[in-house]
């Protein structure tokens, strides 16, 4: 079929996919090691932990799946690295069904045990939570009647942290940490524990989704980290450099030829000839 | 309608949707221990019931996949009927090695890491494809709008490319100002009408003006 189109822009998807994986390839096999400029949203998240005390419970939803690990995992890493620098306590839930099955991956990283940090005492995994958002409520309200097992099924009567967050939970909890893709989950935890009880809330949603917690941002959400690049910033920030920074420099490469290519297509539209439909 | 029919399917879901949610209502603004334990129960049932009906979910999956397998064979749809089988065996894989050796075991990971994580990030991560292809074909400056949401885009995008920003510090500022100048504003905005609605909605569900979720009934 003939096409009126400037050849800039027919230029096929395969060579155009194959200069963003090139490009992305090449960055990571030589990386730029660009400085990383940190937002005022992810200082706002560090100030927020940095506020914390020893002994602070961190109520951290670990919501991601593995579409998104790549986003969320380098966040999810930093935060626990930073929340254990400061002697904050975490308790780890997840929203998405396939979260706890990524925890093995990310927790690799940490080591929490070899850095002195005892689970059931220090840190705890309760696993999946169905529900939505009248979970995220009676979490908030009793996280031990919710909760009698752990995620490995072992019951938390023997664990000091849970007995911690026994009714009402909401006064025991210094600060929620949500990571989600989705906009309910985030905004439902807003709602909970920030509106409701006035707990301090960080949040790591996807860069799509940024939007949709802006406006809650700096009153009810302290903190919101702008995805992998809010990650990156936050390794930065925090001193603690880790797997978003790699990240950092592949959304460069891969960003700049999609610009590229916008402004190609753009060229193309106002170089063919005009008339016709 | 019979009378007692209405009672079942009307009257009663009608009186316990009113009766929870003003119990659940009131637990926000009153801060009274029966109340708030009340409520942590009901809250706590309806975990119980999302994860019931997850496990209903997958035998109506059970179900319609069967019957679509049976249709298809008759009809000699061979593929259709190898996605179904692979769909009930992928089904049945799961639920037999978690819930019979365990969500911790080796091989739960295994076919968790290998299966699952693999095709799901790599699904994901073709978007990306889709999202740069459409970004490239579809944005055009055909009239003084368009190029002015192009130009925003434009701002936005390298506003988020570390490179950018690393390069001109200026587009992060530019980038807070259409955060926090135009996004914020306009979004708080909407989200303040869209809690109203919710709100009227609300009210309307427990004085049974909203009828919706009880499905078609007779009247």
Known sequence: MATDKHFLERIPNGIYFLLIIGAMSYITLYPL???????????????????????????????????????????????????????????ILSTSVEGPLLLDSALAKINPEARGYVYGTDWLHVGYVAGGEPAYAAILQDFYSTFTVDYAGTPLSGMPLAHELQAPTYEKIAMVYVQSAGGDVCQGWIRQSAVRYDIPMIQQPLEMMVPTILPYFP?????????????????????????????????SMGGLVCLIFLILGNIGFYLKPKGGN | MSSSRRMYQRQIPLAITFIVGMIVSFDWFVKWEPLQTLTTTLMNFQIVMVAFMMGFAGVNLVYLHTKRIQRNMSDNKLFDVLLSAILLACLFIWIIVGVGIGQQSDLYKWLFNTFNQSLSATAYAATLFYLASSTYRVLRIRSAETGLLLLVGFITICANIPLFKAWFPILGTILVWISDGLVKYSYRAITIGVGLGGILMGVRTLLAMETGYLGATEE
């Open chain 1, 219 to 251: 009153i009810n959400c302290q903190g919101i980290l702008n995805g992998g690049i809010g990650a990156a910033e936050y390794e930065s920030v925090s001193g603690l450099p880790g797997e978003a920074v790699k990240l950092s420099d592949m959304l």
């Open chain 1, 33 to 91: 090691g660009l400085p990383i400029p940190v937002t005022e949203m992810t200082r706002a998240t560090y100030r927020a932990v940095e506020a914390l005390g020893e002994g602070d419970i961190m109520l951290v939803d670990q919501g991601y799946g593995a579409g998104t690990i790549a986003s969320h995992e380098p966040g999810f890493v930093v935060m626990f690295k930073h929340a254990m620098r400061k002697g904050v306590k975490l308790v």
